[in-house]
Nanobody
Framework: QVQLVESGGGLVQTGGSLRLSCAAS????????MGWFRQNPGKERESVAR????????YYSDSVKGRFTISKNNAENTVYLQMNSLKPEDTAVYYC??????????WGQGTQVTVSS
């Protein structure tokens, strides 16, 4: 089992920045990848970014490429999402998730990000 706790959401104006954090605990030694997803009411959950825990390869959705950066701190079992040049369409609940080699099965509680126009 892996427990994930997100923090760092909030309200920001268009063009602003926020940094989300996700602290992992439990069976973290088995982590293959960590990811950030987002979801709005009535819409499907969208993959935003992911990072391979060993090696650090990163992947981004086209909608955030060049604006968001995912990073990790292995020693602290923490993954970050630096979000710059935020747009109103980035408004969503952001979730952290862990993949232990069989898909993203572990999820945090989510943190709200609201970008005002």
């Amino acid at each position: 089992q892996v427990q994930l706790v997100e923090s760092g959401g909030g309200l920001v104006q268009t063009g602003g920045s926020l940094r989300l954090s996700c602290a992992a605990s439990g069976r973290t030694f088995s982590t293959y990848a960590m990811g950030w997803f987002r979801q709005n009411p009535g819409k499907e959950r969208e993959s935003v970014a992911r990072i391979i825990w060993s090696g650090g390869s990163t992947y981004y959705s086209d909608s955030v490429k060049g604006r968001f950066t995912i990073s990790k701190n292995n020693a602290e079992n923490t993954v970050y999402l630096q979000m710059n040049s935020l747009k109103p369409e980035d408004t969503a609940v952001y979730y952290c998730a862990a993949d232990l080699h069989y898909g993203f099965k572990y999820w945090g509680q989510g943190t709200q990000v609201t970008v005002s126009s």
